[in-house]
Nanobody, 118 residues
Framework: QVQLVESGGGLAQPGGSLRLSCAAS?????????LGWFRQTPEKEREYLGT????????YYNDFVKGRFTISRDNAKNTVYLQMNNLKPEDTAIYYC??????????WGQGTQVTVSS
């Protein structure tokens, strides 16, 4: 079992930045599983943003966030981060982190709301 809790969402202006955090507990070691970030709006299906490997040495991103979003992790703090720069109104969504275990995204956080508006 993995428990994931996102934080750091809120209101940002277009062109601004936010850093989301996702704290994990339960399954150890934290470095044993990849983590990913997703987002969802009422109008769209859940979108995959990217993944970071267990040791944090490899990252993958969906094309539409490359260059703007960065995923990192601190295994000493059991936390993964999503740094979002140059935010756009279309980035408004609920953002989720998830743990890749058993060859699937098996555990999810509750989500954190990000609103980009002037």
């Amino acid at each position: 079992q993995v428990q994931l809790v996102e934080s750091g969402g809120g209101l940002a202006q277009p062109g601004g930045s936010l850093r989301l955090s996702c704290a994990a507990s339960g399954r150890t070691p934290f470095s044993s599983y990849p983590l990913g970030w997703f987002r969802q709006t009422p109008e769209k299906e859940r979108e995959y943003l990217g993944t970071i490997s267990g040791r944090g040495t490899t990252t993958y991103y969906n094309d539409f966030v490359k260059g703007r979003f960065t995923i990192s992790r601190d295994n000493a703090k059991n936390t993964v981060y999503l740094q979002m720069n140059n935010l756009k109104p279309e980035d408004t969504a609920i953002y989720y982190c998830a743990a890749w275990i058993g060859e699937k995204w098996d555990f999810w956080g509750q989500g954190t709301q990000v609103t980009v508006s002037s």
